[in-house]
Structures are given as structure tokens and as C-alpha cells.
């Protein structure tokens, strides 16, 4: 479905994750953001940055990954993020939420 | 003389030692099969020995009883696999050369990966189910609990058999009931999940159960530590879950052979293709059951399933034919649901569980996704199944490798 997004039409799904990253830009990223009432600083950023850059080289999400990513522990994951940080992340990232596999 | 050697001899390479014995030209191929142990555990009864439904002798066998004659066990630790040069060593020194590797060393409990799970509570009022050992703890502890809270909780995914500890709170529910003692028992689900389960349909299905059997359920929970002092367990947000007994899962891991040869992720599970098997970095070197990284469920029936497809495509490696890109991820568990019912879920790669019947459309006589008294006939029967025909790769009649889309209702 589509939903105007800091002005912007993007595609998202039932549960408001972008489904074409292309359409991502910081604007929309900072709604996203404020949605989850999240106010990002630069550190918020950084963490995005990580986990697009991980998305677009295929490589699969997961808390522990985060954690020895050496970009971020996941005690400050989850003070950026709280409560399911990861998640959360994703959306404002702009990525799909992370499947864990069964 | 050529050799193919299957190292573990559980679930997944028993069945290998099987299937490949029937269908390789004995005057050709040696087969060895490699196990530090000497009994096949069946992992699916660890369930039901802590509500005393099973007694140990249900669920262990030697494993010598399900290896063909012709095919060589060898009682051994491996030490390490060395790819580069098609050999394996043993803890005892040993090195055995092969031309086909075939690896399922399985996952197993890694306990240690969370600050204070093995602490002063461990096997006191902390206990887990996935192992023997834990089981059969577990039932001596139950058997005089006098109720409190009990935490039923998954540390990180992926596990084996990710419905377990869901199913595991169900028959708590109903052993506790038999025993007149439910109103004493404060049960919670504690899961790292948004839900009961990953799918949606049979998230839905499961979460409804829960709340019948008056389950709490705490989800998104990231476990940092457990607190042996104040008997909680805390998550990185900060968020605690007060217990009187924990029933956890602990981190499941490759085993460490896997590390040890430098062959695997970061939780020691093998690369591999998830639709030939075949791994991802060694062409000779083929990979099934729990060692594996494929986004598959990591279950029996599952192995089962990718044996039938792994004997063919090791046939036609040795042929020098392209693989068959065949492994859908097909999964087919049934899931206790206490009061002596269960459900039966059955997906793939793609699709997520759905309602509809099983193996028969229209028909069933199983339902899937519903509960009922037959499915629960089924899990029990597994067993029978498993150590009859399963390990010894007997195709299950109507049961095909790959999943049928008949008889399903799909949106
Ligand atoms: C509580 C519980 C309930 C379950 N319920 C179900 C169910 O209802 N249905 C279902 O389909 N599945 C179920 N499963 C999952 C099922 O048991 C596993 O998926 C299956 O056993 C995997 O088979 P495997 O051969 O890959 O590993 P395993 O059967 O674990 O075998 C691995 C073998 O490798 C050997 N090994 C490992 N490392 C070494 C080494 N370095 N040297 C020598 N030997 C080594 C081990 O000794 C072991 O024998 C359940 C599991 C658990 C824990």
C-alpha cells in the first residue's frame, strides 16, 4: 500500500516497512523515526547506515551480529532503540523486519 | 576404493548411512560413519520425560542397532575436518582420508553464552529440556514442585525444533491441571519473538492457546542475564521476568568441530546451498540436518526430508551430473497441545503454515494448523515411526520430500 511519508508517496506493508528501499531518503527515515517516538542523532545514524550497508551485501540481521559488529553493543542498540530494537531499526532504516528463521 | 564418510550419527546421518548403503556399489564405495557416542538419543521424547509421559528406555537405543551391516561406525571424537586436503581427524590421533564428506554433527545447547545461566541456580531452579541430562533433572524436580512461577523461555533464535518450548508450556498447563495443582502455577511464555511463533497463520493459532490455557505470554525479549540473587531474568532493555522455576533454551550451536576446522558462522553452523545441500565452499563436502545454515526449520522430519533429496544429488556428484536444485525446506511437525490433543503444521521455504487437511486432501484424516485428538495420535506414533522407519530411511508413504500444495487454504 501507499502512504505519504515526510511528503513523499512510498510503498509500504501491512506493517508500515518500506517494501522498495530505493524510495528511502533521510526525510523519510526521521518520520519513521518520530513514529516510533524516536528522536535520532548522529549515533542513531551511524547504526542505520550499518544495517543498510549489511542489507544491501545480503547479509541476514540478527541481534548478535549487532552486538559484535563493533559498531554498536546491544546495551546502546537498545537505548537508541528500545524495547525490540532491531525491529524498530529496520523500519526506520528502510529494510525489510528481519526474518528469524524457524 | 573410494570412501564417503558421514560424521554424527543421529538423526540425520543414520538415515545417510541408510539410504547411501542401499543405492552405492558396495565393490566401489566404503562407507564410514563417525559418533563420539555410543546411543541414539531420540530428541523428540526429551518433551515428555519431564511430565514422566516417557521413561528413559522409550527414547535412548544403541546406535549400532540402526547402521547397516557394510556400513563401518566408527566410536570416535572427531577433532577436525581438514577440507583442504579430504581428511578427518580423530581425537585419538587418527586421520581418515575421504573422497565425499558428508557432515551432521547437529547443534546443541551452549548454555555458557548467557552470563549466569550456569550459575547457582543451574539444575536447582534453572533447568533446560534439550538435553537428557536437563530432562531427566527437570522430571525429578517436578515430580515434587510445589508451583510458584514458572518461566518457559527461547534465549535467541534460531533452535532446534523451534515449537518445543511453546509445546513444553502447553503440557505444563495440563500436567499441572492432572495433578490439581494449576491454580498454584503461574505460567509465562518468554520469547525474543514479536509472537508465540515466526509464521503469522500459525502465530494466531498458537497465541489463542495460550490465552485459553491462561498462559502469559512476554515477547521481544532479549535476554541479557539471568539473576541467580533475585531469580529474574533481565533483558537488555532492562526489562526483568521474575521466576520461581526457569525452563530455558539456551543458545544452540554447531558443535565445535565445526569451529575448530573454521568451517562455520558464528554460531558454528556449515554454508551450505539450500537447495542441493551441497556446501557452499567445498564441492566434495555435503552438509544435512542441524549443522546446516539453511533457513529451514531444524527438525527430524526436516533431515527426512533432505536425505531422500541429498542420496540422489550425492549420486549424481559421483556421476559428474549437475545437482538437482530440488530442497523446498519442507517441514511437517506436529505440536502438542496438552490435554492429550495436538496440531499439525506443515510449510516451506515459501509458504507458512496454513489450515487444510494432511496427507489426504479434503480428506486429511489429520487437520493441520487445528487441534485434535488424532493429531496427538500422530506425535505419539512418531515415535514408532522414528526409530522403525525414519532412521532407517523408509519413504513414508504419502509423505513426499517436497510439500504438497493440494488440500491447503491458501489466500
Ligand atoms: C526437545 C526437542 C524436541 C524435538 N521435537 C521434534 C519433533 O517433534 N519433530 C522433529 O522432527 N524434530 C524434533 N526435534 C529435533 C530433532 O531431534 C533434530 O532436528 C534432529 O535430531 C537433528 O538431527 P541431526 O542428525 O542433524 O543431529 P543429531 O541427531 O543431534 O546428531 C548429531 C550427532 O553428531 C554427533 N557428533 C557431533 N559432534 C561430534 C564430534 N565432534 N565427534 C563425534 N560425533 C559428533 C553427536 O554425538 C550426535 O550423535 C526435537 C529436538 C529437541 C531438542
Not at chain 2, 560413519?33 to 546411543?39: M, T
Not at chain 2, 554433527?105 to 541430562?133: H, L, N, R
Not at chain 2, 508451583?147 to 511453546?166: D, F, R, S, Y
Request: glycine share 8%.
Amino acid at each position: 500500500m501507499e502512504k505519504i511519508i515526510a511528503g513523499i508517496p512510498v510503498q509500504v506493508n501491512e506493517e508500515g516497512y518500506l517494501t522498495d528501499f530505493s524510495q528511502w531518503n533521510q526525510a523519510v527515515g526521521t518520520e519513521l523515526a518520530q513514529e516510533a517516538s524516536i528522536v535520532m542523532t548522529p549515533r542513531h545514524w551511524e547504526v542505520i547506515t550499518y544495517l543498510q550497508k549489511e542489507f544491501k551485501n545480503d547479509v541476514p540481521l540478527s541481534i548478535r551480529k549487532i552486538g559484535k559488529s563493533g559498531v554498536v553493543d546491544i546495551k546502546e542498540f537498545y537505548q537508541l532503540f528500545p524495547m525490540a530494537p532491531l525491529k524498530t531499526a529496520s523500519k526506520i532504516a528502510g529494510i525489510p523486519k528481519p526474518v528469524s528463521c524457524i | 576404493m573410494k570412501r564417503i564418510i558421514i560424521l554424527g550419527s543421529g538423526t540425520a546421518g543414520t538415515m545417510m548411512a541408510n539410504h547411501l548403503h542401499h543405492r552405492l556399489n558396495s565393490g566401489e564405495w566404503e562407507i564410514d560413519i563417525i559418533d563420539e557416542r555410543k546411543e541414539h538419543y531420540y530428541q523428540p521424547g526429551y518433551l515428555f520425560l519431564p511430565f514422566d509421559i516417557y521413561d528413559p528406555e522409550d527414547i535412548v537405543k544403541p546406535i549400532k542397532d540402526f547402521i547397516p551391516k557394510g556400513v563401518n561406525l566408527i566410536n570416535e571424537t572427531i577433532e577436525r575436518i581438514v577440507p583442504q586436503e579430504n581428511y578427518v581427524s580423530m581425537i585419538s590421533g587418527d586421520h581418515l582420508s575421504y573422497d565425499i564428506l558428508i557432515v551432521a554433527t547437529g547443534c546443541k545447547i551452549a548454555p555458557e553464552e548467557t552470563e549466569g545461566m550456569q550459575g547457582a541456580e543451574w539444575q536447582k531452579s534453572v533447568f533446560d529440556f534439550y538435553t537428557f541430562e536437563g530432562a531427566l533433572a527437570l522430571r525429578n524436580k517436578l515430580r515434587d514442585w510445589e508451583g510458584g512461577k514458572m518461566v518457559v523461555h527461547i534465549t535467541e533464535m534460531p533452535i532446534k525444533c523451534p515449537v518445543a518450548p511453546l509445546e513444553f508450556a502447553f503440557l505444563a498447563d495440563s500436567y499441572f491441571k492432572h495433578r490439581n495443582m494449576r491454580h498454584q502455577v503461574e505460567l509465562t511464555f518468554v520469547t525474543p519473538l514479536s509472537g508465540a511463533f515466526t509464521k503469522p497463520k500459525a502465530t494466531a493459532a498458537l497465541e489463542h492457546l495460550l490465552e485459553e490455557k491462561h498462559i502469559k505470554i512476554e515477547s521481544d525479549f532479549a535476554i541479557e542475564r539471568i539473576d541467580n540473587e533475585q531469580k529474574t531474568i533481565v533483558d537488555y532493555g532492562g526489562r526483568t521476568v521474575p521466576f520461581d522455576l526457569l525452563v530455558t533454551v539456551p543458545t544452540n550451536k554447531g558443535d565445535e568441530v565445526i569451529a575448530r576446522s573454521g568451517m562455520g558462522d558464528d554460531l558454528n553452523y556449515v554454508p551450505t546451498h539450500k537447495a542441493t545441500l551441497q556446501s557452499k565452499n567445498w564441492p566434495n563436502i555435503f552438509v544435512l540436518g542441524d549443522a546446516s545454515d539453511i533457513p529451514a526449520s531444524k527438525a527430524g522430519s526436516v533431515a527426512h526430508f533432505e536425505a531422500e533429496i541429498l542420496t540422489d544429488n550425492i549420486l549424481h556428484y559421483i556421476a559428474g551430473e549437475p545437482l538437482k536444485e530440488e530442497f523446498d525446506g519442507h517441514a511437517n511437525c506436529f505440536v502438542e497441545t496438552g490435554n492429550g490433543k495436538a496440531l499439525l503444521i506443515d510449510f516451506n521455504y515459501t509458504h507458512e503454515p496454513v489450515e487444510g487437511t494432511f496427507p489426504f486432501p479434503g480428506i486429511g484424516p489429520l487437520r493441520l494448523l487445528k487441534e485434535s485428538r488424532i493429531n496427538h495420535m500422530g506425535k505419539l506414533a512418531f515415535r514408532w515411526i522414528y526409530w522403525n522407519m525414519l532412521l532407517k530411511g523408509t519413504h513414508i508413504p504419502f509423505v513426499s520430500a517436497t510439500m504438497s500444495e493440494s488440500g491447503k487454504q491458501f489466500d
